[in-house]
């Protein structure tokens, strides 16, 4: 056996980029650049009033509150032109967005004005160069908007939009294969004879892989049987990843291992000293990731994401592979057993002082699903850490976000 360390590191390693593909910008959501994005244009592309009010010149602005006040000469709506240039000692009625004329400097907003006769009276004189958004101060013609390996949220498909992109570069889906093994699997939907449940891992690892970016290929339930498992593996192979659930145990009927031995499958790891998540295989087939998590559908879950979640995040050439973590201090004492570091499941809550403090989920058996519908995060115990009381600090790494920077897993 492993750690989990050595595990995630040998995964890692044998990551390639999956390539590229262009998509228009609005089915783009959710998808990683594959080259950084420099802007064609300047935004905003002309100077403009940040204000309802009046464009006046700055030079003007001292005598305009009494006598004669500005002139109003023009009137620029937002989408126009902005018309002639503003002479001296008048003033344009202005919207916000609209185009500065040339000539004006400042806008006054028309909250600080008073109009009379066609004229403008400044009752609070900005100061000159107030209220104007000037060309390119968001973004310069050729700047670096995006960087390779962003993901597109609804922030940066906006940028992209205000800077007259359409289509852009990024790193296509990795397809995965998911295959639950098990004779006593059946689909949903079917009823269930005895010694037979339902097939539940298949599901959660599609969700898993959807919510990784990724494209998940359900190729269904191979049975305990050799050839059957051989003829769907093989067909596994084609995709990017290959993820089986069960069947990497050492049981009578566990051939997984066998049958991509036989497929030329070159394994670099089979046994991770975790609980849950022992039987975790991984193994690489011409380029591709081959996973065999366990068959317990909580095993199975926490195996994903301490190894295939980063990877599939890395093959799109993601930087943000790690789930956030913290540090929270227990609320019943917790130890780990034997010689594996032990992942339970935990709702956080926020302490006296501000901190974090964390509970788990209730039973933490590897097959009790419930402790992960219940889970904020995953607290991560060294293994041999003998039982210490409440209010120990232990790692809780969370179940939702990306971030940069990889967890400090126990050596
Ligand atoms: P295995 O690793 O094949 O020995 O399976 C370990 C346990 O997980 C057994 O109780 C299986 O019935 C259960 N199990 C295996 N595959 C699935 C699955 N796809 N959905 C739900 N439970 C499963
Ligand atoms: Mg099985």
């Given at each position: 056996?492993?750690?989990?360390?050595?595990?995630?590191?040998?995964?890692?390693?044998?990551?390639?980029?999956?390539?590229?593909?262009?998509?228009?910008?609005?089915?783009?959501?959710?998808?990683?650049?594959?080259?950084e994005v420099?802007?064609?244009?300047?935004?905003?592309?002309?100077?403009?009033?940040?204000?309802?009010?009046?464009?006046?010149?700055?030079?003007?602005?001292?005598?305009?509150?009494?006598?004669?006040?500005?002139?109003?000469?023009?009137?620029?709506?937002?989408?126009?032109?902005?018309?002639?240039?503003?002479?001296?000692?008048?003033?344009?009625?202005?919207?916000?967005?609209?185009?500065?004329?040339?000539?004006?400097?400042?806008?006054?907003?028309?909250?600080?004005?008073?109009?009379?006769d066609g004229?403008?009276?400044?009752?609070?004189?900005?100061?000159?160069?107030?209220?104007?958004?000037?060309?390119?101060?968001?973004?310069?013609?050729?700047?670096?908007?995006?960087?390779?390996?962003?993901?597109?949220?609804?922030?940066?498909?906006?940028?992209?939009?205000?800077?007259?992109?359409?289509?852009?570069?990024?790193?296509?889906?990795?397809?995965?294969?998911?295959?639950?093994?098990?004779?006593?699997?059946?689909?949903?939907?079917?009823?269930?004879?005895?010694?037979?449940?339902?097939?539940?891992?298949?599901?959660?690892?599609?969700?898993?892989?959807?919510?990784?970016?990724?494209?998940?290929?359900?190729?269904?339930?191979?049975?305990?049987?050799?050839?059957?498992?051989?003829?769907?593996?093989?067909?596994?192979?084609?995709?990017?990843?290959?993820?089986?659930?069960?069947?990497?145990?050492?049981?009578?009927?566990?051939?997984?291992?066998?049958?991509?031995?036989?497929?030329?499958?070159?394994?670099?790891?089979?046994?991770?000293?975790?609980?849950?998540?022992?039987?975790?295989?991984?193994?690489?087939?011409?380029?591709?990731?081959?996973?065999?998590?366990?068959?317990?559908?909580?095993?199975?879950?926490?195996s994903f994401?301490?190894?295939?979640?980063?990877?599939?995040?890395?093959?799109?050439?993601?930087?943000?592979?790690?789930?956030?973590?913290?540090?929270?201090?227990?609320?019943?004492?917790?130890?780990?057993?034997?010689?594996?570091?032990?992942?339970?499941?935990?709702?956080?809550?926020?302490?006296?002082?501000?901190?974090?403090?964390?509970?788990?989920?209730?039973?933490?058996?590897?097959?009790?699903?419930?402790?992960?519908?219940?889970?904020?995060?995953?607290?991560?115990?060294?293994?041999?850490?003998?039982?210490?009381?409440?209010?120990?600090?232990?790692?809780?790494?969370?179940?939702?976000?990306?971030?940069?920077?990889?967890?400090?897993?126990?050596?």
């Amino acid at each position: 056996m492993i750690s989990l360390n050595e595990a995630i590191d040998l995964v890692l390693a044998e990551v390639r980029p999956v390539g590229e593909e262009r998509l228009p910008l609005l089915e783009a959501l959710g998808r990683v650049t594959a080259a950084e994005v420099v802007s064609p244009s300047a935004v905003p592309s002309f100077d403009n009033s940040a204000m309802d009010g009046f464009a006046v010149r700055g030079v003007d602005l001292a005598g305009a509150a009494h006598g004669e006040g500005l002139v109003i000469t023009a009137e620029i709506p937002a989408g126009q032109p902005s018309g002639e240039p503003l002479g001296p000692g008048s003033a344009a009625r202005i919207m916000t967005g609209a185009p500065l004329p040339e000539g004006a400097d400042t806008v006054v907003q028309v909250e600080h004005t008073e109009e009379r006769d066609g004229r403008v009276f400044v009752q609070r004189a900005p100061a000159v160069g107030s209220n104007v958004r000037y060309a390119a101060e968001d973004v310069r013609r050729g700047d670096v908007v995006l960087p390779r390996g962003a993901v597109l949220g609804p922030a940066e498909i906006g940028l992209l939009t205000s800077i007259g992109v359409e289509e852009l570069a990024v790193a296509r889906r990795p397809r995965v294969a998911i295959i639950a093994t098990g004779s006593e699997l059946v689909p949903p939907g079917r009823p269930l004879g005895p010694g037979q449940i339902h097939n539940s891992n298949s599901f959660t690892a599609w969700g898993q892989v959807l919510a990784a970016g990724a494209e998940p290929v359900l190729l269904g339930i191979a049975p305990d049987d050799r050839d059957e498992t051989r003829r769907l593996i093989a067909r596994a192979l084609d995709e990017d990843v290959t993820i089986t659930s069960g069947g990497v145990s050492v049981g009578d009927y566990d051939f997984v291992k066998q049958v991509e031995d036989e497929l030329a499958v070159e394994r670099r790891l089979w046994g991770v000293a975790t609980k849950p998540g022992k039987p975790f295989a991984f193994g690489v087939h011409e380029g591709r990731l081959v996973f065999g998590v366990p068959g317990n559908p909580v095993a199975a879950m926490v195996s994903f994401e301490l190894y295939i979640r980063p990877a599939l995040l890395a093959l799109q050439g993601r930087h943000d592979i790690w789930r956030p973590w913290l540090t929270a201090v227990a609320d019943e004492p917790v130890k780990a057993t034997k010689d594996r570091v032990e992942v339970g499941r935990c709702l956080l809550a926020r302490d006296e002082s501000g901190g974090w403090r964390f509970s788990t989920t209730g039973p933490q058996g590897s097959g009790i699903l419930r402790s992960m519908v219940l889970a904020d995060g995953l607290v991560v115990v060294p293994a041999r850490h003998p039982g210490g009381p409440a209010g120990e600090p232990h790692l809780v790494v969370l179940l939702e976000g990306s971030r940069g920077e990889r967890p400090p897993y126990p050596a």
